[in-house]
């Protein structure tokens, strides 16, 4: 039985409340539990209850994560703790011949390859303990000093925070400078909110890409091949992923962000110079103010051009974030749509001293509404 199965059985939320955390999920990521919580469908401990009835695996507890075994911890270590989405919580006692056994605490406590991994690095049996996400996610940077991906970190919801443990708040700021609902509305042009046209399933022409390529940096994915590979995606990771590789050769930077709470979250990205400076997914930018990211997200539309404001904070900070010299004159940005709403942001610059050109233009709005389709197609499926 599937974890939305059972809640609705329960009662515990109804039908709609669990299309929107659908819909959140194939949008924005994350399990479904961690899209319940983070809507205010249910809480922590609510999820933690029912994954452990799913599962049949006993409940790793804020008491239990908060007191671990510093020794297990080290043994286990930060790259596989994150990968694994586990973290040892001690030994357990066996009797006399029994072989040892480690309790570890897992969001995936039924995956096998996990499991063994696991039992070679610490040579015992593991128990496992089920743990919701976001819990998870806490646990991991304040045990190990992995940070959480800018999209887990999420402002207190209005009524109350989200918490990780029975003390600690799960979840920040989403970065300081974030704009409050106020704030955006003041922030807002004068004349409001320029709402996009109806979207409407039109025939695409495809052809060949005639923007030209970064000087020494080879494309790695055809314009045709990246239309397909959104057109056929079955998962969002597929859709970003495929947006990332087209930027390969065509621009200097490319940055695909998620829209949540006032804030331009980063998802991926490219940089031609080799590893932003900051990874692109503990980048979070205000959405406030005037900025290239704003205008594209209100409007709906490519923003194309210098930033709107002669100071440029926002863009001078993801700039600094990419490792970007000198700063681009002119930057691109364009809004993925899903029924009236930016839910991505995808931030393009040309390289030094180049100027965008029409095409490329284009074909990134091309293939937003490409990801826009997709979304809705993935979000049908998930609904079932």
């Given amino acids: 039985m599937k974890l939305g199965t059972l809640l609705l059985r329960n009662a515990a939320i109804g039908l709609s409340q669990l299309e929107s955390a659908?819909?959140?999920q194939v949008l924005y990521g994350g399990r479904l539990g961690t899209n319940l919580v983070e809507l205010g469908f249910i809480d922590l401990e609510l999820l933690s209850a029912y994954l452990a009835e799913l599962s049949g695996y006993p409940i790793a507890t804020p008491t239990l994560l908060d007191e671990v075994d510093a020794s297990l911890l080290e043994k286990l270590g930060a790259d596989d703790a994150h990968a694994l989405r586990a973290i040892p919580l001690g030994r357990l006692a066996a009797g006399d011949g029994a072989p040892p056994q480690v309790a570890v605490a897992m969001v995936e406590p039924t995956r096998a390859e996990s499991l063994e991994i696991l039992r070679s690095r610490f040579d015992a049996q593991v128990v496992p303990y089920v743990v919701p996400e976001l819990r998870a996610l806490y646990y991991l940077e304040k045990h190990f000093g992995l940070p959480r991906r800018a999209r887990?970190?999420?402002s207190?919801?209005?009524?109350?925070?989200?918490?990780a443990s029975g003390a600690v708040p799960a979840v920040a700021s989403?970065?300081?400078g974030a704009a409050t609902p106020a704030e955006r509305r003041k922030s807002q042009p004068l004349q409001g909110m320029v709402m996009p046209p109806a979207f409407t399933l039109e025939p695409r022409r495809r052809r060949a890409s005639q923007v030209p390529a970064v000087p020494g940096v080879p494309i790695t994915a055809t314009y045709t091949a990246t239309c397909d590979a959104i057109d056929t995606a079955?998962?969002?990771?597929?859709?970003?992923?495929?947006?990332v590789h087209y930027a390969k050769g065509r621009v200097d930077a490319l940055v695909l962000f998620l829209i949540r709470d006032g804030n331009a979250l980063g998802w991926g990205g490219y940089v031609a110079g080799g590893a932003p400076r900051t990874p692109i997914e503990e980048i979070s930018l205000p959405l406030g103010g005037a900025s290239s990211l704003q205008s594209a997200h209100d409007a709906g539309q490519p923003f194309v051009g210098p930033p709107p404001s002669a100071a440029r904070p926002v863009e001078t900070k993801l700039w600094q974030a990419l490792g970007t010299t000198p700063e681009p004159g002119i930057v691109i940005v364009v809004p993925v749509m899903v029924r009236q709403r930016s839910v991505n942001l995808i931030y393009a610059h040309p390289i030094p001293g180049a100027s965008p050109t029409a095409q490329l233009v284009h074909e990134l709005n091309d293939l937003a509404n490409r990801a826009q389709t997709a979304y809705l197609r993935l979000i049908r499926q998930a609904r079932g």
């Fill in 22 to 24: 659908l819909r959140n």
């Fill in 152 to 154: 887990f970190i999420r």
């Fill in 156 to 163: 207190a919801r209005p009524g109350g925070e989200v918490r």
């Fill in 174 to 176: 989403a970065g300081a």
């Fill in 234 to 243: 079955t998962h969002r990771d597929q859709i970003g992923e495929a947006l």
